[in-house]
């Protein structure tokens, strides 16, 4: 099993990361060993400032640092939207201080790639264990109506506080649960992918989010009632993934057709009767949902006998999938992203003759690879309900109609090749939509 020291040793970005109990304490030393001689800016929220925060804060003051007042962005619903990239950069614009992002997702992106624009590195104090990207390569921010992921560094050091940690609401440590759990089919999409040579795994890479990812899953009751090593377990689980992406230089390690339904509905701007958007964790709880449905769809075909020829003939032309995905996203925020997804994964029908052929001929040696991955789908709907996290569509105000519309919607937005790709290239989506619906 890779190590966390062995994953720092090789980190392009993250140079030192400290999880523990009550090490809130250890923040200002943190702090001036991977930035000696700076000062900091802690940017928080209201909530991340009253649990943390204010901690840090006083933390500087005592170690001499000289903070700068702290930056708190205190509009409800906060999100990681372009206009608050343009406020933070103003911000740290007009500043030496280092920015210290305390909090989880929102946060850390936005200080992540505002730190980037001017030209500055940053340290994360984490609050929740609720998603994956404390660590991870590039921030994704929601620009023109799309969410998008912006390159740029992770942070320099990351300081998680367990007891912090545990006691955050247990909403958000379901979040987490579940966009740990995505990275179980997101493996076998990359599996997927790799088997037909689309695109290789890196086995560090690749390593890093695997090998202890069945174990950090092993007890939701415990994580829901914020049993500290259950804790402890999730979020080194959630920052080992992002160390995967920051590594990979990319999204690929962590992410598949689970993410593509999140996506998807942040770029459809899905909010709920109360207004706001369901959680980052909560929109992949269902998506990773739906893609071990398609896998365990997969896994139950005679794709030995497939009729490739059927699946060539019916293959649309370059041109003909251009129009399509035009007319599927007419109207949208996003009107030209699926011609331009489609076209850079698109293959012609002998590249589709030979990937299929391929897969026929291999199915046995593939399936037995994938049947090891993926957890089947009864059992991690349960392990899903038992931490908390959305189990039905219904639970995150989503349709049955718009699920199963979404399933074509999601493969048309991102060039990743996935489960849903095998669906479409083997013409058995309809199919296995009716099995699951």
Known sequence: MITLEEVLSRASDTKKLRIGDG????????FKEVFPGKRPIVV??????????????????????????????????????????EELDKVLGETDAIAVAVGSGTINDLCKLSSHHC?????????????????????????????????????????????????????????????????VPAGADWIISDALGIEP??????????DGLKLALIDPEGAKAGKKECIERLIEGLVLSGFAMQTHKSSRPASGADHQFSHLWNMENHVMSNGHAPSHGFQVSIGMLMSTALYQQFLNEDIASLDVEKCVAAWPTLEEAQKTAREMFSGTDFPTIGETEITAKYIDHDALREQLNFLKTNWEEIKTRLAAQIIPYEEAKARLAAVGAP??????????????????????????????????????????LDQIF
């Open 23 to 30: 090490i809130i304490s250890e923040v200002a030393d943190l």
């Open 201 to 210: 795994i890196d086995d560090f890479s690749f390593g890093i989010v695997q």
């Open 391 to 432: 189990v039905e569509p219904e639970e995150i105000e989503i349709s049955r109609e718009r699920l199963r519309d979404s399933f074509l919607r999601a493969q048309q937005i991102r060039r990743r090749f996935t489960i849903l790709d095998i669906a479409v290239r083997t013409c058995l989506l309809d199919k296995w």
């Open 44 to 85: 928080a929220d209201p909530t991340t400032w009253r649990v943390a925060g204010e901690k840090v804060q006083e933390s500087f003051i005592k170690a001499g640092l000289n903070p700068d007042q702290p930056h708190i962005l205190t509009d409800e619903g906060l999100h990681a939207e372009w206009k608050y990239i």
């Open 119 to 183: 030209g500055k590195r940053y340290m994360t104090v984490a609050t929740a264990a609720s998603m994956d990207g404390y660590t991870a390569y590039g921030a994704s921010i929601t620009r023109d109506g799309a969410k998008q992921t912006f390159s740029c560094p992770a942070p320099l050091a990351l300081l998680a506080d367990v007891d912090i940690i545990a006691a955050a609401p247990s909403e958000m440590t379901a979040s987490g649960y579940a966009d740990l759990f995505a990275k």
